[in-house]
């Protein structure tokens, strides 16, 4: 790093240090294991039962990073990168069911498989400093979470939804939670960035992680159908299967924002992944999503709120409202997914097996009663 000119170094601050997780020692001992990352079928539920549950995350950042080639001097301070790491899994709340440091790994997962298993990297052209982004908002994109969604910070009036005027009140915390964390001084390992690049990877974390937030759903999905609609009605670019050209006309700041509205749809993408894994793990990532939504519905019933959407224990038909989500949500975001890379079929594969699944609990609970 000696080459380096300090460039960002107004942000940094100084407090109580946390102590890092013996990376090292964890990469050694696990090596075997974590190899398996590239496989479609890997089960984050079996790391977490190996390492324990604060060392999946910079387990999996560690391996993801190393892969992708963003343990690179060039473009971070690889000296604080285990301790960054650590402090992002400890970030997340272990209290949380379902939106704790496990779904911030398995996010990234999700993103890794479809990364290196299709021509993303030069359909969108994006360079590497876009990718770190990238990965790195995977990783903090749900930073702090509670436990309950949106809709129950709006309607509680809560210390969140004043801070954030009710908009995106979760992400826009999530956001703020990580670059706080970025800013410490044992954690910056933008520390030597150019100010511009600073400026930039600062910019595509933000709207991605905003772009997770389910409201957005609709729109982040019209931007990229559109965009398909052009390729499609460009016979010439089908044939020649050249789709990057779109990228390569326009000025810097219209291939900025669509690159922008690319990374924003694989982002959320991947947060949706877990429904598109194998039977086996996607039902158990329902099970923890189920148990903290009818938390929440707990609450507000305590509270006298309204209840949210699938958050009644009294109500919800588990596989029906999975039938019904896999239907509205699922289909409709991974078919754009595989018809923008074919070889990531796997997805909608697995998404169509869960369906028959949860579709055969279904019938089977209707023939009981
Ligand atoms: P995030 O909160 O950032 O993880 O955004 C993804 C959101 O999608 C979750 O909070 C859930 O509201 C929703 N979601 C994902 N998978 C399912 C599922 N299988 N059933 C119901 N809602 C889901
Ligand atoms: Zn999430």
Redesign the pocket.
């Known amino acids: 790093n000696k080459d380096y000119k300090k460039k960002n170094t107004n942000t940094n601050i100084k407090t109580k240090k946390t102590t890092s997780v013996d990376l090292n020692n964890l990469i050694e001992k696990h090596f075997e294991f974590m190899k398996n990352i590239t496989d479609k079928d890997f089960n984050i539920f079996k790391l977490k039962k190996l390492v324990g549950y604060k060392n999946v995350l910079p387990l999996m950042c560690h391996f993801i990073f190393k892969i992708l080639g963003l343990i690179n001097t060039r473009i971070i301070y690889v000296k604080k990168f285990n301790h960054f790491l650590t402090d992002v899994s400890q970030g997340y709340l272990e209290t949380t069911l379902?939106?704790n440091a496990l779904?911030g790994a398995d996010?990234c997962h999700s993103l890794f498989l479809y990364i290196t298993n299709s021509n993303i990297e030069e359909v969108c052209q994006t360079s590497i400093l876009d990718l770190l982004g990238l990965v790195i908002s995977a990783a903090g994109?749900?930073l702090g979470?509670p436990g309950y969604?949106n809709n129950f910070h709006v309607n509680s009036s809560s210390e969140l939804a004043l801070t954030y005027n009710d908009i995106s009140c979760?992400?826009n915390f999530?956001t703020a939670t990580l670059f706080k964390i970025l800013r410490k001084e044992e954690n910056n390992i933008f520390e030597y960035m150019e100010v511009n690049n600073y400026k930039q990877i600062r910019k595509r974390i933000v709207n991605q992680i905003l772009a997770?937030?389910?409201i957005n759903h609709a729109m982040v999905l019209s931007c990229v159908k559109a965009k398909i609609s052009e390729w499609e009605t460009d016979n010439n670019l089908v044939e020649n299967k050249n789709r990057n050209f779109q990228f390569l006309s326009g000025n810097e700041k219209t291939k900025f924002d669509e690159q922008q509205m690319m990374l924003n749809y694989l982002i959320?993408t991947a947060?949706?992944g877990?429904?598109t894994k194998k039977f086996e793990i996607?039902i158990q990532?329902?099970e923890l999503?189920?148990e903290e939504?009818w938390k929440q519905g707990d609450t507000e019933k305590e509270k006298n709120l309204s209840i949210s959407f699938?958050c009644d224990r009294n109500d919800v038909d588990v596989p029906q409202?999975?039938v019904g989500?896999?239907k509205a949500?699922?289909f409709s975001t991974f078919d754009i997914l595989v018809k923008m890379f074919p070889s990531l079929h796997f997805t909608l594969d697995n998404a169509n097996n869960n369906l028959k699944e949860w579709q055969s609990l279904l019938d089977q609970k209707r023939k009981r009663t």
């Open positions: 379902y939106h779904h996010v994109h749900d979470h969604n979760l992400e999530h997770t937030d389910m959320h947060d949706l877990h429904n996607s990532w329902v999503l189920t939504f699938l409202s999975q989500f896999l949500f699922i």
